[in-house]
């Protein structure tokens, strides 16, 4: 199974952010960055009321192009995650895995957000 198939379905809570749908089976040109939202200990099933903080404890970025998905950026460094831009507008997002399965997560299709994330990952030497 292709890395990002492998990122997308871990049990932690995740945000992806990508360029547009997010249909891996058609292999169309794509970004992807998937935020790893850490879990804290006693949150009783996550955020009441939409109130508290989502911390990302770590950062995938993918480029999808001519049929393959490769890993073009990972950090758990929070000096680098706190230049990210957290999407608090992400909803249920269902996304086509390579193998054409169908998957829901927490997402939003951002082709601006993408390009922010570029401009930082850039900037990392």
């Not at 903080?53 to 460094?77: L, P, Q």
């Not at 680098?80 to 895995?97: C, G, H, K, N």
């Amino acid at each position: 199974m292709p890395e990002i198939d492998d990122v997308l379905q871990q049990p932690q809570r995740k945000l992806v952010v990508s360029e547009n749908d997010l249909r891996l089976d058609k292999n169309p040109n794509n970004k992807v960055f998937v935020l790893m939202v850490e879990e804290s200990r006693g949150s009783a099933g996550g955020r009441a009321a939409g109130s508290g903080s989502r911390r990302i404890d770590k950062i995938y970025g993918f480029s999808c192009e001519n049929g393959a998905c490769s890993k073009i950026f990972e950090t758990d460094r929070d000096s680098l995650i706190e230049q990210f831009d957290i999407p608090y507008s992400a909803v249920a997002m269902d996304v086509t895995l390579s193998d054409g399965s169908s998957y829901v997560v927490q997402g939003i299709v951002d082709p601006e957000l993408i390009s922010a994330y570029f401009k930082v990952t850039n900037n990392v030497k």
